[in-house]
């Protein structure tokens, strides 16, 4: 599952690894790993990293759209949970 866009952010802005890794003290190879979608950085780095780059934190993570989800919602979930435990 793809969760952040640190690979195209930093692929479009030429942004190195290792330039990230000194900044926030982390190794290159953790930087890597959040690049390459196979581990996420924590909120308080994606601020930092978002704070180094001046852009909008929301650039740095995949956007959105459940118009077209059809997983239950909170509410479905909840009325199915609450009526079992009613039961």
Do not use: C
Request: glycine share 2%; aromatic share 10%.
């Amino acid at each position: 599952m793809k969760l952040n866009r640190l690979k195209k952010v930093f692929d479009d802005q030429k942004i190195k690894n290792r330039v990230i890794a000194i900044y926030l003290g982390k190794s290159e190879s953790t930087i890597s790993l959040w690049r390459n979608n196979k581990r996420q950085p924590n909120l308080e780095e994606f601020y930092q990293i978002a704070k180094l780059l001046r852009i909008n934190i929301h650039s740095l993570i995949e956007p959105t759209d459940w118009k077209n989800e059809t997983s239950e919602t909170y509410e479905e979930f909840t009325k199915k949970y609450i009526g079992k435990k009613n039961n």
